[in-house]
């Protein structure tokens, strides 16, 4: 069913048939990440929950990690770490951020304090020029949201190797 009033908005209501042919299988289906990588990584993105989220991962990942809301913030924290802690082994960041510096400049900025850096732009547009020319606009590797636990691990087992 389709519930729509101008000016407030629309709800759609979408039934489906249960299916009582399917079983459950008895396996765990949890997510297993052991710790089979280390170093440090800074991830810029805007969405809270996506932040956090990929934190986590990234920690039982065995990384130690850096979070930033906008591409000035990731800046910041990235002259801090460098003066303070070393290096970061990759940055991981999202390509748009409205109304901040975004992934694009972020790169951008990256690259005239460490042209080597290995940055990952990850989205979920998938029709930006940018994901499909990566390599064109400075980033090493991109990661198309969602993306699972294996899909990073691959994308970063690449930081310590030529890409």
Do not use: W
Not at 20 to 32: E, F, G, L, N, R
Not at 34 to 44: N, V
Not at 73 to 85: F, G, R, V
Not at 88 to 108: F, N
């Amino acid at each position: 069913t389709v519930d729509s009033k101008i000016g407030k908005g629309t709800t759609f209501t979408i039934e489906l048939p249960v299916n009582s042919d399917i079983t459950t299988p008895d396996t765990d289906t949890s997510v297993k990440i052991s710790p089979l990588q280390s170093g440090r990584i800074l991830i810029m993105d805007d969405y809270p929950t996506i932040r956090l989220s990929l934190a986590l991962l990234l920690k039982k990942m065995g990384y130690h990690v850096d979070e930033a809301t906008c591409g000035n913030e990731a800046l910041k924290i990235y002259d801090q770490t460098i003066s303070e802690q070393g290096s970061y082994d990759a940055v991981i960041t999202d390509l748009t951020v409205p109304g901040a510096m975004g992934g694009k400049e972020l790169a951008e900025e990256l690259h005239r304090r460490n042209p080597d850096l290995y940055i990952i732009v990850s989205s979920g547009y998938s029709e930006e020029v940018i994901l499909s020319r990566y390599k064109e606009f400075g980033f090493s590797a991109v990661l198309h949201k969602p993306y699972s636990p294996d899909e990073l691990r691959e994308v970063l087992s690449c930081t310590h190797s030529k890409y």
